[in-house]
């Protein structure tokens, strides 16, 4: 059983920066692939970036080059840097994590609301 939490969200400003961070147990987190996804109200929850145990990345387009997806396995962390804020990227951001081997998502953090101002 691996559990996640997510911390860093806030209140910002357009323009601004935050860092996310997913703080896991469990000895295996450096096996995992971990993911951060985000569910703005009334939509449905999307993809913004995630982090293979190899180090290998990836994100969504909409955040591409603002975003910085990271992760410290001695700390069983994952940070999530995001710059140059915008209105849109206003969300409950979510950090998931499964096996890289499988690519996919078996557990779930509660998560951390982002609002950025205009």
């Given at each position: 059983?691996?559990?996640?939490?997510?911390?860093?969200?806030?209140?910002?400003?357009?323009?601004?920066?935050?860092?996310?961070?997913?703080?896991?147990?469990?000895?295996?987190?450096?096996?995992?692939?971990?993911?951060?996804?985000?569910?703005?109200?009334?939509?449905?929850?999307?993809?913004?970036?995630?982090?293979?145990?190899?180090?290998?990345?990836?994100?969504?387009?909409?955040?591409?080059?603002?975003?910085?997806?990271?992760?410290?396995?001695?700390?069983?962390?994952?940070?999530?840097?995001?710059?140059?804020?915008?209105?849109?990227?206003?969300?409950?951001?979510?950090?998931?994590?499964?096996?890289?081997?499988?690519?996919?998502?078996?557990?779930?953090?509660?998560?951390?609301?982002?609002?950025v101002s205009s």
């Amino acid at each position: 059983q691996v559990q996640l939490v997510e911390s860093g969200g806030g209140l910002v400003q357009t323009g601004d920066s935050l860092r996310l961070s997913c703080a896991a147990s469990g000895r295996t987190f450096g096996s995992y692939v971990i993911g951060w996804f985000r569910q703005a109200p009334g939509k449905e929850r999307e993809f913004v970036a995630a982090i293979w145990s190899s180090g290998v990345t990836s994100y969504a387009n909409s955040v591409r080059g603002r975003f910085t997806i990271s992760r410290d396995n001695a700390k069983n962390t994952v940070y999530l840097q995001m710059n140059s804020l915008k209105p849109e990227d206003t969300a409950v951001y979510y950090c998931a994590g499964g096996p890289s081997f499988a690519s996919r998502y078996d557990y779930w953090g509660q998560g951390t609301q982002v609002t950025v101002s205009s």
